[in-house]
């Protein structure tokens, strides 16, 4: 089966770009924080392969097949399946001509449904995953599957109509559809945390990943998320197991990966991007943390299909 990308390549450029949710909407929608249609191979638009937005989307995919890589994970694409993404994680995707199901783009300020409660939507088990690995969920009752093509099929004609009763129901459908793939989706029992020390990991793993070239310290990130650095370090410790530290350095990491991987900057321009003091210390920084030399691992990468 022939398989194709369903984004337009235009090869490697010197960052990973990163798109507004009007690059993905039709011009009479583009005052508005959402899009929501079906997902097929007729849908196409011209942006840079790979790539990252900065607001959330769902993926639902009822046929084909293919692969999404989203960051340093890869997934097979096996349908009734639905896709999580973040703002700021670097994806592409190839899916089969035959692809068909239902996508919905959205902002955090159109989702909020209730404004006393800003974090609702980062406390879903898919948005800023503590674990960094966000696997599609794989609807395996066929009653899940055709009561969420329902949802999405409702939310698409809602949002025809523009107005403003409309708009509210579709923000209704999109927590319905939130919520009940968050009953679903599958998380391991010790990842399984509650109350405010989960919620200040995720609000610490969202603030991280938009600050990530400014090369911060400790104390700045905690200042951020008004705590102090030891609370942040024994909530980090207690509930994953990681130090503050730890953290940062490992979304560093997959920062510099990214790039190493998916663009044309020298390992000079991508030192200089994320605020190394120098090259020489930034080269020593990766190769201490990955055994190897930028280089290499950006020539390894390069080996591979």
């Known amino acids: ?23 993905f909407s039709s011009p009479e929608r583009r005052s508005q924080q959402f899009q929501i249609e079906t997902f097929d191979a007729n849908r196409h638009y011209q942006v840079m392969y790979p790539h990252r ?22 997934y097979e694409i096996k349908p009734p399946c639905v896709f999580f993404l973040s703002p700021g994680q670097a994806h592409n995707i190839n899916v089969s001509q035959d692809i068909d199901g239902f996508i919905f783009i959205f902002t955090s300020d159109f989702y909020q449904l209730d404004r006393s409660n800003p974090n609702r939507l980062i406390e879903f088990p898919f948005f800023y995953t503590i674990q960094q690995n966000n696997p599609p969920l794989h609807l395996k009752e066929d009653a899940d599957k055709l009561f969420l093509a329902n949802l999405f099929e409702r939310g698409i004609k809602e949002a025809e109509k523009n107005g403003t009763t409309s708009l509210e129901l579709l923000r209704s459908i999109l927590d319905l559809i939130l919520t009940f793939c968050s009953n679903l989706y599958p998380v391991d029992s010790e990842l399984i945390i509650k109350g405010k020390g989960h919620l200040l990991i995720k609000r610490f793993y969202q603030i991280l990943e938009g600050n990530l070239t400014k090369n911060l310290t400790i104390n700045s990130y905690a200042g951020m998320l008004a705590v102090t650095p030891n609370h942040l370090t024994q909530t980090l410790k207690q509930l994953t197991g990681k130090t503050t530290l730890d953290v940062i350095k490992s979304k560093q990491l997959l920062e510099i990966k990214r790039l190493l991987v998916h663009t044309n900057m020298s390992v000079s321009e991508i030192s200089n991007y994320m605020n190394f003091a120098d090259q020489s210390y930034f080269s020593k920084f990766f190769k201490r943390e990955t055994g190897v030399l930028p280089l290499a691992f950006r020539n390894e990468s390069l080996k591979q299909p």
Not at 57 to 72: M, P, Q, R, T
């Open 1 to 23: 089966m022939r398989i194709f990308r369903i984004f337009e390549s235009m090869g490697k450029s010197n960052l990973i770009p990163v798109y507004s949710l009007q690059a």
């Open 53 to 74: 937005h900065d607001f959330f989307e769902l993926l639902f995919l009822l046929k084909g097949s293919g692969s999404y890589a989203i960051d340093n994970n890869h």
